[in-house]
């Protein structure tokens, strides 16, 4: 079973402006934020406006509306951020082997230097 979703979770927080962000991008289905301890030069996480625990979650329960509205936000902010040309990676951690450590989904653009390979 999916695990109950905390809004007290500090993205929660952020989606309801209790605590700032500077948002990148907001939409219906979408806001975006630089990562507070950046791993990369660029390190934006991009968030769906509804209550999901995690990518699991979220593709479990989400409407076609809200997927295809998250999908197409994280797209549109690696391209309005001139990530394009460059290149970047998109990072969804879900569970506890993957250290995801909000709960509240969240998709992580890392980009600004050649990233190496996966899991370095
Ligand atoms: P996770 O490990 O769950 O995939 O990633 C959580 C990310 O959220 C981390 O990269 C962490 O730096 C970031 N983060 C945690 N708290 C805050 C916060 O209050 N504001 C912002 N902008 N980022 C945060």
């Known amino acids: ?3 109950a ?23 219906d289905y979408a806001i975006a934020f630089p990562d507070i301890a950046p791993q ?6 991009v ?3 509804g209550a999901y625990v995690s990518w699991d979650d979220f593709s479990a329960r989400a409407s076609d509306a809200e997927i295809a509205g998250f999908v197409r936000a994280v797209g549109t902010v690696a391209r309005d951020a001139g990530l394009v040309a460059p290149g970047y990676r998109l990072l969804a ?18 980009a600004g230097r050649a990233l190496g390979p996966m899991l370095a």
């Open 47 to 49: 968030i769906p406006k």
């Open 40 to 45: 990369a030069p660029t390190h934006i996480l």
């Open 93 to 110: 951690n879900t569970g506890h082997d993957s250290h995801q450590e909000v709960p509240h989904l969240h998709v992580h653009i890392f």
């Open 1 to 3: 079973a999916t695990q």
């Open 5 to 27: 979703y905390d809004d007290q979770n500090i993205f929660a927080k952020i989606l309801r402006g209790e605590i700032p962000a500077t948002r990148l991008y907001d939409d």
